[in-house]
């Protein structure tokens, strides 16, 4: 059963890396829980703790335990391509415009404009320096 209640009716499972953007949706959870009465069970792994779970055994049973599950591009590539993961893209309803994405991390979620991942934050790195401490 779907909508507001006091006490969820149904619950959903979730694999999540610890980082401080997951621990703020953890904390936001009760507000969803709230309004739509699903509750959050959430499995905390380490980065190095998730991506074993990929790389040893069978990930595919991995994958089967949880609802939603946290992966990086290489992962949704990989397995979107095997056909693991369901696309992502004709589940987008009204309200989930795929094209407001940034196109760069929307693509590093796709195989072939399939999306198997949906990014909900990106990061990237640089290096900047006194060129004169250099020279």
């Known amino acids: 059963t779907y909508g507001p209640s006091s006490s969820p009716s149904k619950s ?61 591009p290489l992962y949704a590539n990989i397995y979107g391509a095997e056909g693991v993961l369901e696309d992502l893209s004709a589940k987008a309803g009204d309200e989930y415009d795929i094209d407001d994405l940034v196109s760069n991390f929307k693509d590093a979620m796709s195989v072939d404009d399939v999306m198997y991942a949906a990014p909900f934050y990106g990061e990237s790195s640089f290096l900047m320096y006194r060129k004169d401490l250099l020279d």
């Open 12 to 72: 959903i499972r979730a694999a999540i890396v610890d980082n401080p953007q997951m621990k703020t949706l953890q904390d936001l959870t009760s507000t969803f829980t709230k309004d739509t009465g699903i509750a959050v069970v959430f499995d905390v792994f380490t980065e190095e703790e998730l991506r074993e779970q990929f790389l040893s055994g069978d990930p595919t049973a991995f994958i089967d335990k949880y609802d939603a599950l946290m992966l990086g």
